[in-house]
């Protein structure tokens, strides 16, 4: 996933949907904007919404680590809920 964002030229979306029974729908969107990376994650369950923006931190550093150093993240419930503040 991170080689297909780092390749592809100018801005680009792609959407990742993950559907665990134990969690529900979830929903990944990166969008290259340049040399910056902004990634809304969108849970259909408030207990995973929670669970996932706790461990956000997490997941920003795996994606700076990747060598993506300007990323955004933003949660969001399935029912348009905010989850917690941009990152």
Do not use: M, N, W
């Not at 996933?1 to 390749?7: E, G, K, P, T």
């Not at 979306?13 to 929903?27: D, F, H, K, N, S």
């Not at 990747?66 to 949660?75: D, M």
């Amino acid at each position: 996933l991170a080689v297909s964002i780092a390749a592809g030229p100018g801005a680009g979306t792609i959407e990742v949907t993950l559907a665990p029974a134990e969690l529900g729908e979830v929903q990944l969107s990166l969008a290259r904007e340049g040399e910056h990376l902004r990634v809304q994650v969108i849970a259909e369950r408030p207990e995973t919404l929670d669970l996932l923006r706790r461990h956000g931190d997490s997941l920003l550093a795996d994606l700076r680590a990747a060598g993506f150093a300007q990323t955004s993240l933003s949660f969001a419930g399935r029912d348009g809920t905010a989850g917690g503040q941009d990152r």
